[in-house]
């Protein structure tokens, strides 16, 4: 019996990872930019529909096409930022809110009518269903294992560039205050873009892992939505090894839920988030 919940304590850790990558962009714009995208699960769900047609379309191995992918989603978080949210950006939650939710709607429709409403899933071949034994009836798979030292080396190249470089410099320098970087001559709209290009790049990374570890549709971006929300608020706006954090206690949530009742199994994260956001409202390890 003790073998089954230590398994589920592990598959719990794994997932996080997931939820993690999830969390990630968000983390940034809502660390950087003070702003929470709503359409964030949209741009995740829009990036696996991207990964789904150069994997069907034009057989690509889904490593293939997160080379194609990655790149093309920081520029197109760049011109994003440069071109429409930098008009709204400092003019209140409201003006922002609007601007992403209409982003939402439209990628959730346009995504309709191109893709149609079903499921889909990108194949990853022998990686799917490849496990690691460890014994005493514990097993991980290869490629939740693959995701969550992914999350964590990646988390660590963004701590590292935020925190060890000039870029990194002045991207915190324009988020503690624009009109004073704007002042000694930072170009805080060219920073703030490269700050989102780097968001959709997380998008992109994500949104690759989930297209081959589960199913997705057009509309499922608002539950990944959710779930980052909940990651980095546990974990503490503008903390990245936080949203880490965040992401492992809500999968460790999920599967010893699950464990015990299936129908309870996603009820229980929201619960979780709940309690803790009540005891420690400014998260685990907030930054700000």
Known sequence: ?????????????????????????????AGIMRFINIAHGDFIVFASFM??????????????????????AFVAGYLLQ?????????QGVLPMILVTFGLSIILQNGLQGV?????????????EVATLDLGSGINIGVLPLVIFLCAVLLIFVLDRLLYRTRLGARIRAVSDDPDAAQ??????????????GLVGVTVALSAGFMSVWTNFDPTSGPSRLLIAFEAVV??????????LAGGILLG?????????????????????????????????????
């Open 1 to 29: 019996m003790a073998e089954v919940w230590i398994n589920q304590i592990v598959q719990g850790v794994l997932l996080g990872g997931l939820y993690a990558m999830f969390a990630m962009g968000l983390s940034l714009s």
């Open 51 to 72: 990964f789904l047609s150069l994997t069907t379309a034009l057989g690509l191995s889904p490593l293939i096409a997160a080379v194609l992918v990655v790149p093309l």
């Open 82 to 90: 440069r071109l429409l949210l930098q008009r709204v950006l400092g």
């Open 115 to 127: 893709y149609g409403a079903d499921t889909r899933k990108v194949a990853g071949g022998a990686i």
């Open 183 to 196: 002042l000694i001559g930072l170009g805080v709209p060219r920073i703030y873009a490269i700050a989102m």
């Open 234 to 243: 546990l974990g503490g706006l503008g903390s990245l090894w936080g949203t």
């Open 252 to 288: 460790l949530a999920q599967t010893m839920a699950g464990q015990v009742d299936a129908a309870w199994q996603v009820l229980a994260g929201h619960i979780a988030f709940l309690v803790i956001f009540t005891l420690r409202p400014q998260g685990l390890f907030p930054r700000y």
